[in-house]
Protein backbone atom coordinates (compact mmCIF):
# COMPACT_ATOMS: atom_id res chain seq x y z
CA UNK A 1 0.00 0.00 0.00
CA UNK A 2 1.45 3.23 -1.23
CA UNK A 3 0.20 6.20 1.06
CA UNK A 4 1.09 8.89 -1.88
CA UNK A 5 -1.69 7.96 -4.19
CA UNK A 6 -4.77 8.68 -1.45
CA UNK A 7 -6.37 11.25 -2.36
CA UNK A 8 -6.87 13.39 0.65
CA UNK A 9 -9.75 14.04 2.17
CA UNK A 10 -11.72 10.82 1.07
CA UNK A 11 -14.97 10.50 2.66
CA UNK A 12 -16.24 7.44 3.45
CA UNK A 13 -19.56 6.53 1.39
CA UNK A 14 -21.84 3.82 1.77
CA UNK A 15 -21.11 0.19 0.52
CA UNK A 16 -22.98 -0.58 -2.44
CA UNK A 17 -22.71 -2.26 -5.99
CA UNK A 18 -23.73 -5.71 -4.11
CA UNK A 19 -25.07 -7.97 -6.83
CA UNK A 20 -24.38 -5.53 -9.43
CA UNK A 21 -21.58 -5.67 -12.20
CA UNK A 22 -19.87 -2.45 -13.00
CA UNK A 23 -17.10 -3.11 -15.29
CA UNK A 24 -14.04 -0.70 -14.71
CA UNK A 25 -11.08 -1.95 -16.50
CA UNK A 26 -10.14 -4.27 -19.07
CA UNK A 27 -7.43 -7.42 -20.26
CA UNK A 28 -4.46 -6.34 -21.69
CA UNK A 29 -2.53 -9.67 -23.63
CA UNK A 30 1.48 -9.66 -23.76
CA UNK A 31 1.36 -13.37 -24.44
CA UNK A 32 -0.64 -15.70 -25.89
CA UNK A 33 -0.18 -17.87 -22.46
CA UNK A 34 -2.47 -15.89 -20.92
CA UNK A 35 -4.96 -17.70 -22.34
CA UNK A 36 -4.09 -20.51 -19.93
CA UNK A 37 -5.10 -18.46 -17.00
CA UNK A 38 -7.25 -15.64 -17.90
CA UNK A 39 -9.54 -14.94 -20.66
CA UNK A 40 -9.10 -11.91 -22.35
CA UNK A 41 -12.95 -11.07 -22.43
CA UNK A 42 -12.86 -11.42 -18.60
CA UNK A 43 -15.27 -8.85 -16.76
CA UNK A 44 -13.49 -6.64 -14.01
CA UNK A 45 -16.67 -6.59 -11.85
CA UNK A 46 -16.74 -3.87 -8.78
CA UNK A 47 -18.58 -5.99 -5.65
CA UNK A 48 -18.15 -3.26 -3.12
CA UNK A 49 -17.57 0.42 -3.05
CA UNK A 50 -17.41 3.32 -1.21
CA UNK A 51 -14.81 2.86 1.26
CA UNK A 52 -11.42 5.27 1.39
CA UNK A 53 -8.43 2.94 0.42
CA UNK A 54 -8.76 -0.78 0.21
CA UNK A 55 -6.21 -3.41 1.00
CA UNK A 56 -4.74 -6.67 2.41
CA UNK A 57 -7.18 -9.37 0.90
CA UNK A 58 -7.75 -12.62 2.36
CA UNK A 59 -10.46 -15.37 1.32
CA UNK A 60 -11.22 -17.31 4.47
CA UNK A 61 -12.53 -20.74 2.82
CA UNK A 62 -14.63 -22.61 5.73
CA UNK A 63 -16.46 -19.47 5.76
CA UNK A 64 -16.76 -18.23 2.36
CA UNK A 65 -15.57 -14.67 3.27
CA UNK A 66 -13.15 -12.42 1.57
CA UNK A 67 -11.62 -10.24 4.37
CA UNK A 68 -10.09 -6.47 2.77
CA UNK A 69 -8.42 -3.95 4.82
CA UNK A 70 -9.59 0.03 4.69
CA UNK A 71 -6.25 1.47 5.83
CA UNK A 72 -7.28 4.62 6.67
CA UNK A 73 -10.97 4.12 7.94
CA UNK A 74 -9.05 1.73 10.43
CA UNK A 75 -11.56 -1.29 9.75
CA UNK A 76 -11.63 -5.06 8.49
CA UNK A 77 -14.53 -5.61 6.32
CA UNK A 78 -15.75 -9.10 5.50
CA UNK A 79 -17.58 -9.78 2.00
CA UNK A 80 -19.76 -12.68 0.77
CA UNK A 81 -21.86 -13.68 -1.99
CA UNK A 82 -24.57 -13.37 -0.04
CA UNK A 83 -24.59 -10.41 2.11
CA UNK A 84 -22.07 -8.21 0.10
CA UNK A 85 -19.77 -6.48 2.56
CA UNK A 86 -20.40 -4.80 5.70
CA UNK A 87 -17.43 -4.27 8.89
CA UNK A 88 -15.90 -7.23 10.60
CA UNK A 89 -13.99 -5.06 13.03
CA UNK A 90 -13.34 -2.08 13.92
CA UNK A 91 -10.65 -0.02 14.79
CA UNK A 92 -8.16 -2.59 12.69
CA UNK A 93 -4.56 -1.43 13.16
CA UNK A 94 -4.48 1.43 15.46
CA UNK A 95 -5.81 1.02 19.10
CA UNK A 96 -4.59 4.04 20.73
CA UNK A 97 -7.54 6.04 22.30
CA UNK A 98 -5.16 9.85 20.80
CA UNK A 99 -6.49 10.55 17.43
CA UNK A 100 -4.18 10.50 14.34
CA UNK A 101 -4.81 10.15 10.62
CA UNK A 102 -2.92 8.90 7.89
CA UNK A 103 -2.35 5.16 7.06
CA UNK A 104 -3.22 3.83 10.89
CA UNK A 105 -5.30 0.98 9.93
CA UNK A 106 -4.82 -2.63 9.07
CA UNK A 107 -3.50 -4.04 5.72
CA UNK A 108 -2.17 -7.45 5.01
CA UNK A 109 -3.83 -10.48 6.76
CA UNK A 110 -3.08 -14.28 6.95
CA UNK A 111 -4.87 -17.43 8.73
CA UNK A 112 -1.73 -18.85 11.02
CA UNK A 113 -1.70 -22.49 10.90
CA UNK A 114 -4.25 -22.78 14.06
CA UNK A 115 -7.07 -20.57 11.67
CA UNK A 116 -6.57 -17.65 13.85
CA UNK A 117 -6.23 -14.02 11.86
CA UNK A 118 -3.09 -12.35 12.22
CA UNK A 119 -3.14 -8.42 11.03
CA UNK A 120 -0.38 -6.09 9.65
CA UNK A 121 -1.19 -2.97 12.13
CA UNK A 122 0.12 -0.13 10.70
CA UNK A 123 -1.11 2.44 13.76
CA UNK A 124 0.13 0.29 16.50
CA UNK A 125 3.19 -0.83 14.17
CA UNK A 126 2.86 -4.47 15.15
CA UNK A 127 1.64 -7.76 14.10
CA UNK A 128 -0.96 -8.98 16.18
CA UNK A 129 -3.26 -11.73 16.05
CA UNK A 130 -7.13 -11.03 16.84
CA UNK A 131 -8.16 -12.63 20.12
CA UNK A 132 -11.63 -13.71 18.82
CA UNK A 133 -13.44 -16.19 16.75
CA UNK A 134 -13.87 -15.05 12.93
CA UNK A 135 -17.68 -16.06 13.82
CA UNK A 136 -17.35 -13.54 16.82
CA UNK A 137 -15.09 -10.84 15.72
CA UNK A 138 -14.19 -8.36 18.74
CA UNK A 139 -11.47 -5.31 18.22
CA UNK A 140 -9.00 -7.65 20.21
CA UNK A 141 -5.76 -8.40 19.84
CA UNK A 142 -2.73 -10.11 20.96
CA UNK A 143 1.14 -8.88 19.76
CA UNK A 144 2.42 -11.32 18.10
CA UNK A 145 5.68 -9.44 16.98
CA UNK A 146 6.56 -5.90 17.17
CA UNK A 147 10.16 -4.74 17.88
CA UNK A 148 13.43 -5.79 16.57
CA UNK A 149 16.27 -5.35 19.04
CA UNK A 150 14.64 -2.93 21.76
CA UNK A 151 13.29 -0.62 19.23
CA UNK A 152 9.61 -0.54 17.61
CA UNK A 153 8.94 -1.92 13.90
CA UNK A 154 8.08 0.98 11.41
CA UNK A 155 4.86 -0.32 10.42
CA UNK A 156 4.13 -4.15 9.31
CA UNK A 157 2.86 -3.92 5.62
CA UNK A 158 2.49 -7.64 4.05
CA UNK A 159 3.42 -11.15 5.24
CA UNK A 160 3.93 -14.80 4.18
CA UNK A 161 3.83 -17.82 6.76
CA UNK A 162 5.38 -21.27 5.21
CA UNK A 163 4.20 -24.79 5.70
CA UNK A 164 7.18 -24.84 8.24
CA UNK A 165 5.94 -22.04 10.39
CA UNK A 166 8.15 -19.50 9.40
CA UNK A 167 6.95 -15.78 9.00
CA UNK A 168 8.15 -13.42 6.63
CA UNK A 169 7.12 -9.91 6.40
CA UNK A 170 7.94 -6.14 5.15
CA UNK A 171 7.90 -3.64 7.09
CA UNK A 172 8.43 0.25 5.38
CA UNK A 173 7.25 3.41 7.22
CA UNK A 174 3.83 4.07 5.42
CA UNK A 175 2.00 3.75 8.53
CA UNK A 176 3.66 6.70 9.95
CA UNK A 177 1.93 10.24 9.56
CA UNK A 178 4.64 11.61 8.17
CA UNK A 179 6.55 9.43 6.42
CA UNK A 180 10.21 7.82 7.03
CA UNK A 181 11.14 11.27 8.50
CA UNK A 182 8.70 11.05 11.20
CA UNK A 183 10.17 11.19 14.54
CA UNK A 184 8.44 8.17 16.10
CA UNK A 185 10.47 6.35 13.67
CA UNK A 186 12.85 4.13 15.67
CA UNK A 187 14.47 2.39 13.11
CA UNK A 188 16.97 3.24 10.39
CA UNK A 189 15.88 1.53 7.32
CA UNK A 190 12.70 -0.14 6.54
CA UNK A 191 13.23 -3.93 6.26
CA UNK A 192 11.90 -7.72 5.02
CA UNK A 193 12.13 -9.74 8.12
CA UNK A 194 11.41 -13.92 8.86
CA UNK A 195 10.19 -14.91 12.06
CA UNK A 196 11.26 -18.00 12.88
CA UNK A 197 8.60 -20.72 14.06
CA UNK A 198 10.89 -20.66 17.62
CA UNK A 199 10.43 -17.30 17.77
CA UNK A 200 13.99 -15.85 16.29
CA UNK A 201 13.42 -12.10 14.58
CA UNK A 202 15.97 -11.86 11.88
CA UNK A 203 16.49 -8.98 9.34
CA UNK A 204 16.77 -10.76 5.63
CA UNK A 205 17.00 -7.12 3.71
CA UNK A 206 17.40 -4.03 4.93
CA UNK A 207 18.32 -2.66 0.99
CA UNK A 208 14.62 -1.36 -0.25
CA UNK A 209 13.47 2.00 0.07
CA UNK A 210 9.70 0.47 0.55
CA UNK A 211 9.94 -2.93 0.94
CA UNK A 212 5.78 -4.05 0.42
CA UNK A 213 4.00 -6.80 -1.26
CA UNK A 214 6.03 -10.32 -0.28
CA UNK A 215 5.39 -14.02 -1.06
CA UNK A 216 6.87 -17.14 -1.76
CA UNK A 217 7.06 -19.76 -4.46
CA UNK A 218 5.24 -23.33 -4.40
CA UNK A 219 8.91 -24.63 -4.18
CA UNK A 220 9.80 -22.82 -1.18
CA UNK A 221 13.36 -22.02 -3.11
CA UNK A 222 12.16 -18.41 -3.44
CA UNK A 223 11.23 -15.46 -2.05
CA UNK A 224 9.69 -12.07 -3.96
CA UNK A 225 9.31 -8.60 -2.91
CA UNK A 226 7.96 -5.67 -4.47
CA UNK A 227 9.16 -2.35 -3.68
CA UNK A 228 7.22 0.11 -4.40
CA UNK A 229 8.33 3.53 -5.29
CA UNK A 230 11.83 5.49 -5.60
CA UNK A 231 14.29 4.60 -8.62
CA UNK A 232 14.24 0.96 -7.67
CA UNK A 233 10.43 0.35 -7.61
CA UNK A 234 10.01 -2.82 -8.82
CA UNK A 235 9.91 -6.70 -7.82
CA UNK A 236 12.62 -8.60 -6.26
CA UNK A 237 13.57 -12.08 -6.24
CA UNK A 238 16.10 -14.02 -3.85
CA UNK A 239 17.20 -17.31 -3.54
CA UNK A 240 15.65 -19.22 0.25
CA UNK A 241 18.80 -21.25 2.02
CA UNK A 242 17.88 -24.04 4.03
CA UNK A 243 18.18 -22.14 7.37
CA UNK A 244 15.53 -19.27 5.88
CA UNK A 245 18.33 -16.72 4.74
CA UNK A 246 18.08 -15.10 1.69
CA UNK A 247 20.59 -14.06 -0.72
CA UNK A 248 21.08 -13.42 -4.70
CA UNK A 249 18.83 -10.57 -4.47
CA UNK A 250 18.52 -9.34 -8.25
CA UNK A 251 15.40 -8.07 -10.71
CA UNK A 252 12.90 -10.05 -11.20
CA UNK A 253 10.86 -7.58 -13.44
CA UNK A 254 10.33 -3.57 -13.21
CA UNK A 255 7.54 -1.31 -14.38
CA UNK A 256 9.56 0.92 -16.05
CA UNK A 257 8.98 4.43 -16.47
CA UNK A 258 5.06 3.51 -16.74
CA UNK A 259 3.06 6.29 -15.88
CA UNK A 260 -0.17 5.05 -14.02
CA UNK A 261 -1.71 4.82 -10.65
CA UNK A 262 0.01 3.05 -8.30
CA UNK A 263 3.35 1.34 -7.49
CA UNK A 264 4.86 -2.47 -6.55
CA UNK A 265 2.53 -3.33 -4.37
CA UNK A 266 0.55 -6.45 -3.08
CA UNK A 267 1.25 -9.50 -4.97
CA UNK A 268 0.10 -13.33 -5.21
CA UNK A 269 1.51 -16.51 -6.87
CA UNK A 270 -1.03 -19.43 -7.54
CA UNK A 271 0.06 -23.26 -7.99
CA UNK A 272 1.50 -23.13 -10.98
CA UNK A 273 4.27 -20.68 -10.09
CA UNK A 274 2.04 -17.37 -11.76
CA UNK A 275 2.77 -14.13 -10.36
CA UNK A 276 -0.11 -11.58 -10.12
CA UNK A 277 1.76 -8.26 -8.88
CA UNK A 278 -0.40 -5.28 -8.50
CA UNK A 279 1.47 -1.83 -10.17
CA UNK A 280 1.24 0.89 -12.20
CA UNK A 281 -2.05 0.88 -13.83
CA UNK A 282 -3.33 -2.64 -12.43
CA UNK A 283 -2.61 -6.12 -12.11
CA UNK A 284 0.45 -7.48 -14.04
CA UNK A 285 1.09 -11.04 -14.13
CA UNK A 286 3.99 -12.95 -15.08
CA UNK A 287 5.33 -16.70 -15.37
CA UNK A 288 8.16 -17.69 -12.11
CA UNK A 289 10.55 -16.58 -14.78
CA UNK A 290 9.63 -12.87 -14.56
CA UNK A 291 7.87 -12.82 -17.81
CA UNK A 292 5.04 -10.69 -18.55
CA UNK A 293 2.38 -12.09 -20.31
CA UNK A 294 -0.57 -10.11 -19.54
CA UNK A 295 -2.48 -7.29 -16.94
CA UNK A 296 -6.10 -6.46 -15.92
CA UNK A 297 -6.50 -2.89 -16.42
CA UNK A 298 -7.83 -1.13 -13.69
CA UNK A 299 -8.41 2.35 -15.43
CA UNK A 300 -8.04 5.51 -13.26
CA UNK A 301 -7.64 3.34 -9.79
CA UNK A 302 -5.02 2.17 -7.87
CA UNK A 303 -4.70 -1.39 -7.39
CA UNK A 304 -2.98 -2.29 -3.93
CA UNK A 305 -3.36 -6.30 -3.48
CA UNK A 306 -4.68 -9.27 -4.68
CA UNK A 307 -6.43 -12.63 -3.23
CA UNK A 308 -6.95 -16.02 -5.22
CA UNK A 309 -10.09 -18.00 -4.78
CA UNK A 310 -8.87 -21.75 -3.32
CA UNK A 311 -9.86 -22.95 -6.90
CA UNK A 312 -7.26 -20.24 -7.94
CA UNK A 313 -10.35 -19.31 -10.64
CA UNK A 314 -11.08 -16.11 -8.94
CA UNK A 315 -9.13 -12.92 -8.36
CA UNK A 316 -10.04 -10.51 -6.26
CA UNK A 317 -8.66 -6.90 -6.39
CA UNK A 318 -8.48 -4.27 -3.77
CA UNK A 319 -7.93 -0.72 -5.55
CA UNK A 320 -8.57 2.56 -4.02
CA UNK A 321 -12.18 2.76 -2.58
CA UNK A 322 -12.92 -0.77 -4.23
CA UNK A 323 -13.24 -4.55 -4.06
CA UNK A 324 -13.39 -5.87 -7.55
CA UNK A 325 -13.30 -9.23 -9.06
CA UNK A 326 -12.01 -11.27 -12.12
CA UNK A 327 -13.22 -14.71 -12.78
CA UNK A 328 -10.11 -15.83 -14.70
CA UNK A 329 -11.28 -19.44 -16.16
Not at 100 to 120: A, D, E, S, V
Not at 168 to 174: G, N, S, V
Amino acid sequence: MNRNFLIAGILSLSIGYHGFAQEVGEIEVVSDELAKIVKKDAEIEVIADGFQFTEGPLWVADKKMLLFSDVPANTIYQWTEKDGASVFVKPGGYTDPAPRGGFMGPNGMILNHKGNLWICQHGDRRIAELDAPLDAPEAKFTTVIGAYEGKGLNSPNDLFLTEAGDLYFTDPAYGFENGPSDPKKELEFQGVYKLSKSGELTVLIDSLSTPNGISIFPDGKTLLVSNTAGPKRGWYSYDIASDGSVSNGKVFASPGDIKAPGGCDGLKIDKKENVFATGPGGVWIFTKKGKLIGKIKVNGLTAANVALSPDEKTLYITATDKLLRVEMR
